[in-house]
């Protein structure tokens, strides 16, 4: 379970050395950006939450919230029962964490690096190989898993990045755009894993702005735009919700009036 309460992100500028500027000017409200505003919602083990939204909506700067890659302005995460704020090695160790950029090491086979990762995690031994192996079946990287990572296509390098994420085994597994730019093949390997970490009661929330996949994988789906929630449900309550027969429609109808209601604040 993750837990997270009130949580927002507010980003300032960075302080311009030797500015021109006199010290008591106040600095347009525009260069202050609010990426996440008073977010609050639980997620369940064994169910597969989508995190929907539009380029710039506030995805990554949450997913990053909840692994503690960002600290936040306001609010706190809660990785079963360790708060981050207080116990953030603790609440990292139950994490799985597939970043929106996969930083292999170029010189490492893919087994090497999902190695490196496991080793990094306290795998070792038959624990560790076993794992790397079982990995490397469901994700169909026979074929890569002892070259090199330099050269590998966006499917390669995405199959090697996820197999490293979960190598340990987490209880909590955090996606940010699992199958953007992948190919069919590719797809439907990581499709079949996130129903296998299901299968298995673990928690997992993954990010995208693809309708299809999260309508075909997620129980649930979180609706977010400008940083707030904007629908928090299964896919027949968020087409209630935006009053509409598909997700995209309804999708696309919350962002309208949310944009709506925006102006007239």
Same mark, same amino acid.
């Given at each position: 379970m993750?837990?997270?309460?009130?949580?927002?992100?507010?980003?300032?500028?960075?302080?311009?050395?030797?500015?021109?500027?006199?010290?008591?000017?106040?600095?347009?409200?525009?260069?202050?950006?609010?990426?996440?505003?008073?977010?609050?919602?639980?997620?369940?083990d064994?169910?597969?939450?989508?995190l929907l939204?539009?380029?710039?909506?506030?995805?990554?700067?949450?997913?990053?919230?909840?692994?503690?890659l960002?600290?936040?302005?306001?609010?706190?995460?809660?990785?079963?029962?360790?708060?981050?704020?207080?116990?953030?090695?603790?609440a990292?160790?139950?994490?799985?964490?597939?970043?929106?950029?996969?930083?292999?090491?170029?010189?490492?086979? &893919?087994?090497?690096?999902i190695?490196?990762?496991?080793?990094?995690q306290?795998?070792?031994?038959m624990?560790?190989?076993?794992?790397?192996?079982?990995?490397?079946?469901?994700?169909?990287?026979e &074929?890569?898993?002892?070259?090199?990572?330099?050269?590998?296509?966006?499917?390669?390098?995405?199959k090697?990045?996820?197999?490293?994420?979960?190598?340990?085994?987490?209880?909590?597994?955090?996606?940010?755009?699992?199958?953007?730019?992948?190919?069919?093949?590719?797809?439907?390997s990581?499709?079949?894993?996130?129903?296998?970490?299901?299968?298995?009661?673990?928690?997992?929330?993954?990010?995208?702005?693809?309708?299809?996949e999260?309508?075909?994988?997620?129980?649930?789906?979180?609706?977010?735009?400008?940083?707030?929630?904007?629908?928090?449900?299964?896919?027949?309550?968020?087409?209630?919700?935006?009053? &509409?027969?598909?997700?995209e429609?309804?999708?696309?109808?919350?962002?309208? &009036?949310?944009?709506?209601?925006?102006?007239y604040?």
């Amino acid at each position: 379970m993750i837990r997270v309460e009130h949580l927002s992100k507010v980003f300032h500028p960075k302080k311009q050395k030797n500015s021109a500027l006199p010290v008591t000017k106040k600095l347009p409200e525009a260069s202050v950006i609010t990426a996440l505003n008073d977010v609050s919602f639980t997620l369940k083990d064994g169910e597969i939450t989508g995190l929907l939204g539009l380029n710039g909506a506030g995805k990554s700067t949450l997913m990053r919230l909840i692994y503690g890659l960002l600290q936040p302005t306001a609010g706190d995460v809660w990785v079963s029962e360790h708060q981050l704020s207080v116990a953030a090695n603790a609440a990292r160790q139950q994490l799985g964490v597939l970043p929106d950029d996969t930083g292999l090491y170029k010189r490492l086979s &893919a087994r090497e690096n999902i190695r490196y990762f496991g080793e990094l995690q306290g795998l070792t031994g038959m624990q560790l190989e076993e794992s790397i192996n079982q990995l490397i079946n469901w994700l169909g990287m026979e &074929a890569i898993a002892d070259r090199r990572a330099e050269g590998f296509s966006l499917g390669e390098r995405m199959k090697t990045a996820l197999a490293r994420a979960i190598v340990h085994q987490p209880q909590h597994i955090l996606l940010d755009e699992p199958t953007n730019g992948l190919d069919v093949i590719t797809t439907r390997s990581v499709r079949r894993l996130l129903h296998e970490l299901k299968a298995q009661n673990r928690c997992v929330i993954f990010s995208s702005h693809l309708m299809h996949e999260v309508s075909g994988l997620c129980d649930r789906i979180l609706v977010i735009h400008h940083g707030r929630i904007l629908a928090d449900g299964n896919l027949e309550t968020i087409m209630e919700i935006g009053q &509409a027969t598909n997700l995209e429609d309804a999708f696309v109808n919350l962002v309208q &009036a949310a944009n709506k209601e925006s102006i007239y604040e």
